[in-house]
């Protein structure tokens, strides 16, 4: 018995204490206290990465569900873990680029493209028509 509470202790205690996982599978790293990173593990859907950030913003940062989340930097390495893959997000309006809410359908990440913490959290119930 002891050495199951001692390995379940040991199992918990690994797991990296500044990292974030959505609910689906994405994870999410801080940057700075505005800005952060959401890093794909494995699906790579765009519903997913806005869904990961929305629940950061709200449970990790405390934001409200009409505040608003903005695209930093859209694919590219990421400059917390060195994964190939991440996208940067902020809650603070990035100031040299052009903000633009983001469309129903959406083919990437741009610098600037933004939705309300709500908003990103409704795709986190996407349904694809196709399964793979």
């Given at each position: 018995?002891?050495?199951?509470?001692?390995?379940l202790?040991i199992?918990?205690?690994?797991?990296?204490?500044t990292?974030d996982?959505?609910?689906?599978?994405?994870?999410?790293?801080?940057?700075?206290?505005?800005?952060?990173?959401?890093i794909p593990?494995?699906?790579?859907?765009?519903?997913?990465y806005w869904?990961?950030?929305?629940?950061?913003?709200?449970?990790?940062?405390?934001?409200?569900?009409?505040?608003?989340?903005?695209?930093?930097?859209?694919?590219?390495?990421?400059?917390?873990?060195g994964?190939?893959?991440?996208?940067?997000?902020?809650?603070k309006?990035?100031?040299s680029?052009?903000?633009?809410?983001?469309?129903?359908?959406?083919?990437?990440?741009?610098?600037?493209?933004?939705?309300?913490v709500?908003?990103?959290?409704?795709?986190?119930?996407?349904?694809?028509?196709?399964?793979?």
């Amino acid at each position: 018995m002891f050495s199951t509470l001692a390995a379940l202790a040991i199992v918990a205690f690994s797991v990296p204490l500044t990292a974030d996982a959505a609910r689906n599978g994405y994870r999410t790293e801080p940057i700075n206290a505005t800005d952060f990173e959401v890093i794909p593990r494995g699906d790579q859907r765009t519903e997913g990465y806005w869904c990961a950030a929305a629940d950061y913003a709200r449970r990790t940062l405390g934001l409200g569900w009409m505040d608003r989340i903005y695209v930093l930097r859209g694919y590219g390495p990421s400059v917390t873990t060195g994964r190939r893959t991440a996208i940067q997000f902020s809650i603070k309006q990035p100031q040299s680029v052009d903000v633009q809410p983001s469309s129903f359908i959406s083919f990437g990440f741009q610098p600037g493209n933004s939705e309300s913490v709500q908003g990103a959290n409704a795709q986190c119930n996407y349904r694809p028509f196709f399964n793979d």
